[in-house]
C-alpha cells in the first residue's frame, strides 16, 4: 500500500472539515476523490504532501503513512514533498523559462551537472507529453504556452526530481477537451510508474482515469470501491444520488 490513512479528522478551528477519514491508496493506480463542492476533497488531498503545515488553525488528528512512515510524526515535510508531488486546479507555471521550470526542483535538490539536467529536464517534458511541443522553445517563457501546456509543463516540473506519488487537484478544470484528454491519457501512462490521486467534478473522467474512486460527502467518505464497480453497483443510497445527478 502507498498511503494507508485510519481515522483522520481535519480541523480548521472549530470546524471540523475531514471526520474519521479512512481510506487504502494502492501503488500504481489512480484513485479518483469525487464529491459535492465543500465536502473536503482538496482539504484530504493537501494531508497528503503536509501542505496544511503553514496554516496555524489546522488540527490534524488520525494517522496517515506513507507506506511505513507516518507522515505527520515520523518525516519532514521535504521529504514528503520529494516523495509526493501535486498539480494545482489553475496551471501555475514560474515566470521563468520553460527549461527552468522544469529545472527547478532539481536544481534545488542540488543537481549541477548541466549534462544530466538536460537529460532529466528532456524526460520529464516527454513523460508529461510535452516535449515535441516545446523542445525547440526550451528557453522562451513558460507564461507564452498554451493553457493546457502549461498545466503539461506544471505537471513536467512534478515529475522531475522523481516523486513516487502525484496529487493533481481538478488538474482539468480549466482546460479544453482536447488538453483534458491529453491529461487523461497521461494519467493512465504515468500510472505505470507512480502513484496518482486526483480530485475530480466529471464522473465521465473519474470512469475514464480511475481504478478506484471514493464518495465523500460532508468530510466523510461514504464509499470507496473499484470505479466500475461504484458507478455500476453504488451501495449507498447517497452514492447513487450523486452519480445519478440527484444532489451535488
Ligand atoms: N483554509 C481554510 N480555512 C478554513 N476553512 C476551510 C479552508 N479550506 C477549506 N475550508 C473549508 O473546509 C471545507 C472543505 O473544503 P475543501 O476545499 O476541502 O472542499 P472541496 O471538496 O475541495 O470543494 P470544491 O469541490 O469546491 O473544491 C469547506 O467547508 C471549506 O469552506
Ligand atoms: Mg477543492
Redesign the pocket.
Known amino acids: 500500500m502507498k498511503f494507508t490513512v485510519r481515522d483522520v479528522d481535519l480541523y480548521?478551528?472549530k470546524?471540523q472539515?475531514l471526520k474519521k477519514v479512512n481510506m487504502d491508496i494502492e501503488e500504481n493506480e489512480v484513485t479518483a476523490l469525487i464529491?459535492?463542492?465543500?465536502?473536503?476533497?482538496?482539504?484530504?488531498l493537501k494531508i497528503l504532501n503536509r501542505l496544511h503545515d503553514l496554516?496555524p488553525?489546522v488540527h490534524i488528528d488520525g494517522e496517515i503513512k506513507l507506506e511505513d512512515k507516518n507522515i505527520l510524526t515520523e518525516m519532514d515535510p521535504i521529504e514528503v514533498r520529494r516523495r509526493v508531488g501535486m498539480v494545482f486546479q489553475q496551471p501555475n507555471p514560474f515566470v521563468k523559462t520553460i527549461y527552468n521550470n522544469v529545472a527547478y526542483g532539481l536544481k534545488i535538490a542540488g543537481l549541477k551537472n548541466k549534462g544530466e539536467m538536460d537529460d532529466r529536464v528532456k524526460k520529464a517534458l516527454v513523460d508529461a507529453a510535452l516535449w515535441d511541443e516545446v523542445k525547440d522553445r526550451l528557453h522562451t517563457s513558460a507564461v507564452d504556452l498554451s493553457g493546457g501546456q502549461q498545466q503539461r509543463l506544471c505537471i513536467a516540473r512534478t515529475l522531475a526530481p522523481g516523486p513516487e506519488v502525484i496529487l493533481m487537484?481538478?488538474p482539468t478544470s480549466a482546460l479544453d477537451p482536447i488538453s483534458t484528454a491529453k491529461i487523461e491519457d497521461l494519467c493512465q501512462s504515468l500510472k505505470e510508474h507512480y502513484t496518482i490521486v486526483i480530485?475530480t467534478?466529471n464522473m465521465q473522467q473519474a470512469l475514464r482515469v480511475s481504478d478506484k474512486t471514493a464518495f465523500?460527502l460532508l468530510?466523510e467518505v461514504i464509499e470507496m470501491n473499484e470505479t466500475q464497480e461504484l458507478f455500476q453497483n453504488p451501495k449507498e443510497a447517497e452514492t447513487s444520488k450523486y452519480i445519478t445527478g440527484r444532489f451535488g
Open positions: 480548521y478551528g470546524n472539515a464529491g459535492p463542492s465543500g465536502c473536503g476533497k482538496s482539504t484530504f496554516n488553525i487537484d481538478e480530485v467534478h465523500f468530510g
